[in-house]
């Protein structure tokens, strides 16, 4: 009589055993069907960014080949200028901006840079001590004896009073350009650049936006810091950035650092120095 209970709580256990097991593989099979979608989304993510990024690639060569053939008549591109582009179907604007239009790393004077810096929203005194500091890293010198420079805007971030937060506010300002003089030309400044070298003023360098891009000739910069800029000067250096619209809303952004001059090492007439892609622009605000 004792065995048939003992038998059923056997049983009732192996039940109870028998629901944990087909629960855990339930939740193993629903985990796995998750990273299955997962991986399936990235893919398929994967593959639209590659193809966009390959349409603005093209799109961007096309400007290319159109300024190049205007610089060859004498016509050089000296502002910041938005070019559509109907490539693959899609529509896609390319960005032109002259690299003198920012401020360079390695040639701005302490005064621009802690202008730049009191926009960024530091304290003026702050602003200019780190300026200097930023100034004194550039010219020490190495082993050999030459000036260190910046290579790159991320080097900032290696400067003492540099954090994060203020480095995303000023790198879309600026050029580790070598070749970068002490000024800035106002015609192929992007806003946020403008808005430093008008002391803040919106309303001037949306004047200066608005008659730019209608092609107006003679425009009015007297508004601006003076000894910040020098108008209408020539660079062959340039970078040049397509934006791609994706299904999801956001954007591929791919963009090319160049030198209208012949490249030795794959014939091109002109001459890459840095290609970037990514999946969205920054939107780190000035």
Partial sequence: MKSRPLRRRRSGMALIAVLWIVSALSIMLMGLVHNLRGEARLAGQSRQIAE??????????????????????GQRQQRLQVVPVVYGGRDIAVE???????????????PLLAQMLTGAGMPQNAAQALAQTIVDVRTSRDAQGAARNFEATEDLLQVPGVDYDLYAKIAPL???DELGGDRVNPMAAPEPVLLVLSGGDAGKAAAIITQRASGAVGIDTTGLMGEFIENNAATQRFRLTARIPLADGGAAVVARSVNLSPSVRDGMPWHTYRFEQRLREDTAAY
Avoid at 56 to 70: K, N, P, S, T
Wanted: glycine residues 12%.
């Fill in 174 to 176: 600026l050029t580790a």
């Fill in 52 to 73: 966009a990024a390959g349409l603005g690639d093209a799109a961007i060569h096309i400007v290319l080949q159109a300024m190049m053939a205007r610089t060859l008549q």
């Fill in 96 to 110: 032109i901006l002259p690299l003198n239009g920012l401020i360079s790393l390695n040639g701005a004077g302490a």
